[in-house]
C-alpha cells in the first residue's frame, strides 16, 4: 500500500488548505485512514482520522472546530481541511492508514503512512 499526500503550503494564519492522500495497492481490507502531524521539534502527534465504519470521524482537542476529516471510501481517499489556521499548525502532515477497525491515536497502531506534506503557518 502506498499513500501519496498533497496539499501543503504556506498559509497566513487565518488561512485555510486542504490537504489530501490517496491510497494505492491492496487497499481492500483498509477501515481507517486519517492524519498525523510533526511540528519542528516535537513528537508526532494525531489529528484526525476516518473509519469507514459508518463514516465516525476522531479528532485531537487541537483540532476540534477548526479542522474537518472527509473522504471517499470507494477511492480510498482522504481530505483535511483546515481552518482559522495558527502558527502552532507548522508541522509536516503525514497520512496514515490501518488496516484493524478502531481509531486510535498511538503512531504504532497505524499501518501504512505517506511521505509527509509540509504545512507552514505564517503569523
Known amino acids: 500500500v502506498q499513500l501519496q499526500a498533497s496539499g501543503g503550503g504556506l498559509v497566513q494564519a487565518g488561512g485555510s488548505l486542504r490537504l489530501s492522500c490517496a491510497a494505492s495497492?491492496?487497499?481492500?481490507?483498509?477501515?481507517?485512514m486519517g492524519w498525523f502531524r510533526q511540528a519542528p521539534g516535537k513528537e508526532r502527534e494525531f489529528v484526525a482520522a476516518?473509519?469507514?465504519?459508518?463514516?465516525?470521524?476522531y479528532y485531537a482537542d487541537s483540532a476540534k472546530g477548526r479542522f474537518t476529516v472527509s473522504g471517499d471510501e470507494a477511492k480510498k481517499v482522504v481530505f483535511l481541511q483546515m481552518n482559522s489556521l495558527k502558527s502552532e499548525d507548522t508541522a509536516v502532515y503525514y497520512c496514515?492508514?490501518?488496516?484493524?477497525?478502531?481509531?486510535?491515536?498511538?503512531?504504532?497502531?497505524?499501518?501504512?503512512w505517506g511521505q509527509g506534506t509540509q504545512v507552514t503557518v505564517s503569523s
Open positions: 476516518i473509519s469507514w465504519s459508518g463514516g465516525l470521524t
Open positions: 495497492g491492496r487497499t481492500f481490507s483498509m477501515n481507517v
Open positions: 496514515v492508514a490501518r488496516l484493524r477497525n478502531g481509531v486510535p491515536s498511538f503512531q504504532p497502531d497505524y499501518d501504512y
